[in-house]
């Protein structure tokens, strides 16, 4: 075995070798930067999912994608045997092997499988998958070579979104238990539950099974296509943005949270359900255009008290004693944390952005309903939630309205992609409770006002002294720009604000809400400029 490392480590120096002392980061979703400068942490990342599928002993999973990211910019996320992030204290070994000299990397991965005692003798089994990036083919090919060259063996499944990856890994890692760990095996399972929720009926009320679908030239659209052809007779999607264009450019779910503006590429019609999903399809937003041409964002607040309120629904109507809970981030509008927490009466926690964060959080819940105000969620049922449902669906004795309600909730849940946040799962429940409530998406709109809001970027030396605490909402460091931001954010009726620094972009972000418009965007640049002034901005300020 010793032989395979000392060839896997020199064919990292001959092939694959590390061009510049650049530091990079396994940041809020792996590693992003510039696709020219990955290749040598692609093939170090295909040595360490080899190590963790040996600690696990499970599969271990590695997308390649650079998410809502530009097309010029590439990444990888590990994925562990349950379909979740790669373990926190793994980003660290994953760090420290991406920045390790060639001449060193044998000396780090020993020291690594010398501290966690790693047995090299054992299997290790790799499933690999990637994004529509012309740079992607090539990253993955890096990935299969160091795998192969320590001896795993690798499933590529090429081009698919990053949730279904989440879910072949976990799906195989419970022989099954959780589905068949194929595309053909993840849309079956989907549709199924989707179709048996929605019944014959498929318009209700004011609701009409008409959708359009904004797939940001990436994989979203081809998988949406795969997706429609088994559900064609109950959901009309229509589909655009399907890669004739730019990846991410004017479209898709970022695009359209951050802009507050309906994607390119996509024909108006009023009042028509729309979505937009991100590079790797795992956020979602919806939005529609009303008869007065005015643009509303239903965003990943929205999607969560939906689905959270209909989840509560089903538990109380099938008289089941589950504790359910939502999380947020700081970027929650306010008015949604207020309406969960008044008005749903759900108890609501907040955390540091980032699904990892969320998705620990949730899963402290029976059933933990999780979303970032990008889109990006799920619903996380613990197992014996799961279990007491099944048995409430199939007990006899309990009165019919009751079972069914669990037989419902049973269903629903086979629909949510617990593993992470899925644009595809997130749409067909989303349809699935508007169906059930026979609203438009003026209805949903309706629940609630946000407070207008804003996000801005500003560019700095070196994001890093941005340092933060609180779950995002306090900064810390440089020393002084909270107090200003404080000032600043008192002179605004309702105001908020907070700045943090991201863990895919080399920008520093800045959130602001107040209760119009011009004030939460004046508030924004504000700050930002306070931004600019203390943590060594580059360029202009930015203009209040
Ligand atoms: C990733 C993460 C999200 C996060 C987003 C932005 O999304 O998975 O949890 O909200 O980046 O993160 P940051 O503000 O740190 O740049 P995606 O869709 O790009 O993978």
Not at 66 to 86: C, F, Q, R, T, Y
Not at 160 to 173: A, D, G, Q, R, S
Not at 263 to 287: F, H, L, M, Q
Request: with cysteine; aromatic share 6%; proline share 3%.
């Amino acid at each position: 075995m010793g032989e395979k490392l000392i060839s896997a480590v020199a064919i990292a120096a001959k092939t694959h070798p590390r061009k510049e002392n650049k530091s990079i980061q396994y940041g809020t979703a792996g590693f992003r930067t510039k696709a020219s400068d990955l290749d040598h942490v692609l093939y170090r990342m295909g040595l360490l999912a080899v190590l963790r599928s040996k600690v696990k002993e499970a599969t271990i999973g590695v997308m390649i994608t650079a998410s809502h990211n530009p097309e010029e910019d590439n990444g990888v996320k590990l994925i562990d045997p349950l379909g979740e992030m790669l373990e926190q204290s793994w980003e660290a070994h994953a760090s420290q092997i991406a920045n390790s000299s060639d001449e060193n990397l044998k000396g780090t991965l020993d020291e690594l499988i010398k501290t966690l005692n790693i047995d090299m003798a054992k299997d290790a089994y790799v499933f690999v998958g990637r994004d529509t990036r012309s740079s992607s083919p090539a990253l993955a090919d890096a990935v299969i070579e160091a795998v192969t060259a320590l001896g795993g063996l690798v499933q590529d499944f090429g081009i698919v979104t990053t949730p279904m990856l989440h879910y072949f890994v976990v799906c195989k890692n419970t022989n099954g238990e959780y589905g068949k760990p194929t595309p053909e095996g993840y849309f079956f399972k989907l549709s199924t539950a989707f179709k048996k929720l929605r019944g014959k009926n498929t318009s209700n009320g004011k609701y009409i099974p008409d959708i359009s679908f904004d797939g940001a030239n990436g994989v979203g659209a081809s998988k949406m296509k795969e997706l429609q052809a088994c559900i064609s007779e109950y959901l009309n999607v229509k589909i655009f943005n399907s890669g004739e264009g730019r990846l991410n450019h004017q479209c898709g779910a970022d695009f359209v949270k951050v802009q507050q503006k309906a994607p390119k590429g996509v024909p108006t019609r009023e009042n028509v359900r729309s979505v937009s999903v991100d590079g790797d399809a795992d956020r979602i937003v919806y939005y529609y255009i009303d008869k007065e041409q005015v643009f509303h964002l239903l965003d990943g607040d929205r999607i969560a008290t939906l689905l959270a309120s209909y989840f509560m629904e089903l538990v109380k109507a099938s008289c089941l004693k589950l504790n359910l809970g939502l999380v947020q981030t700081a970027y929650a509008n306010g008015s949604s944390t207020n309406y969960i927490a008044k008005t749903l009466k759900i108890p609501v926690a907040c955390v540091p952005t980032g699904v990892k964060h969320l998705h620990h959080k949730a899963q402290e819940f029976d059933i933990g309903v999780y979303f970032e105000a990008n889109g990006h969620g799920t619903v996380c049922v613990a197992k014996s939630a799961s279990e007491m449902i099944a048995q409430a669906a199939s007990d006899e004795k309990l009165e019919v309205n009751q079972r069914e309600s669990a037989q419902r909730l049973q269903t629903l849940v086979d629909l949510v992609n617990q593993t992470v946040g899925d644009a595809l799962s997130d749409m067909l429940l989303v349809e699935t409770v508007l169906h059930a409530r026979g609203w438009d998406i003026a209805d949903w709109l309706a629940t609630y006002s946000d407070l207008p809001n804003r996000q801005m970027k500003v560019t700095i030396q070196d994001r890093r002294v941005i340092q933060t605490t609180d779950a995002e909402r306090q900064c810390i460091s440089p020393p002084g720009l909270q107090e200003t931001i404080n000032e600043i954010v008192k002179m605004y009726e309702q105001g908020r604000a907070f700045v943090r620094p991201s863990g895919t972009e080399d920008v520093v972000r800045v959130y602001a809400e107040a209760t119009t418009q011009s004030n939460a965007d004046r508030l924004a640049a504000e700050v930002a400029r306070a931004v600019h002034e203390t943590a060594g901005g580059i360029g202009n300020p930015p203009p209040v």
